[in-house]
């Protein structure tokens, strides 16, 4: 890889952080209702907030919308690079972007929908993967957290499986470590937000509210 391929690459990655880093869901409760996501419900800048608390048809737009910022991050890299492991890194810094955009002073949402976008345009059945991974350990484990973790691990798993690289293990990880700080309450000691049923039932962990 040249020097001249390399700045490219990094410029790229850096354009999807800016791309991910679009608060959509926070555009579209402040136009639609004057609302800041930040000041109700989780105050959580993200699709679910918005469908609660503001409108679930706009809601519903803010989510695909996040959506569409992992997966176009990953396909325009892949096509403009053809470098999978320049574009996997790409998605990662979209989602990143979202959780942690410059233009809410590095606040941000939760990245599930960025996530399952980044996913879904790599394979298809990696969202299947990742629903197959959340959903027992949500019912069963009760915490969002293990929840988060199971299902990016599943998925990854499926991925070195199906593609036969490791890579996406590696990229699984990154994904926890920028996904996970999302969902720590820091009114509560670090370890507690770990805790097996830390919900009274599964309704709690779609109900958005500060935890």
């Known amino acids: 890889m040249s020097n001249l391929e390399l700045y490219r690459n990094i410029g790229l990655i850096l354009i999807c952080y800016f791309i991910g880093a679009i608060p959509f869901c926070n555009i579209i409760a402040k136009i639609y209702s004057n609302k800041d996501l930040r000041k109700i419900g989780d105050r959580n800048p993200g699709g679910w907030n918005l469908i609660f608390n503001v409108s679930k048809v706009w809601g519903v737009l803010g989510i695909i919308l996040d959506v569409l910022k ?39 949402g939760k990245g599930v929908a960025a996530t399952l976008g980044f996913l879904c345009a790599v394979h298809p059945l990696a969202v299947v993967a990742y629903g197959i991974g959340i959903v027992p350990a949500l019912f069963l484990i009760r915490n969002m957290i293990w929840g988060i ?52 039932s599964a309704k709690d962990l779609f109900t958005p509210k500060i935890r």
């Open 70 to 108: 992992g997966s176009l991050s990953y396909l325009l890299v892949l096509r403009i690079t053809g470098m999978e492991t320049v574009a996997l890194l790409a998605g990662c810094a979209a989602v990143a972007g979202h959780n942690y955009s410059l233009y809410l002073k590095f606040s941000g």
């Open 149 to 200: 973790v199971s299902a990016i691990a599943v998925s990854s798993i499926f991925l070195w499986l199906f593609k036969g690289s490791p890579i996406y293990l590696i990229i699984g990880a990154l994904l926890i470590i920028i996904s996970i700080p999302k969902y720590i309450n820091r009114s509560i000691s670090f370890w507690q937000n770990f805790k097996f049923r830390k919900e009274k």
